[in-house]
């Protein structure tokens, strides 16, 4: 892996999901990495039961 982008995009979605039975909201985190040749590469995923950026932190 690249160990510098210039430039770090997240972006967040929120769904429902089924949970147990039932429909709970979460948010799904991604994370792209611009890399010196300006190719966006994936550098995650990150599902969190609350929507907050603090998830992140």
Not at 1 to 24: E, Q, T, W
């Amino acid at each position: 892996m690249d160990s510098h982008y210039p430039f770090v995009l997240l972006d967040a979605i929120h769904c429902k999901v089924r949970d147990n039975g039932r429909y709970v909201s979460k948010t799904i985190f991604t994370i792209l990495g611009l890399n010196i040749q300006g190719r966006k590469e994936l550098q995650g995923l990150y599902l969190s039961e609350s929507g907050g950026a603090n998830y992140l932190a």
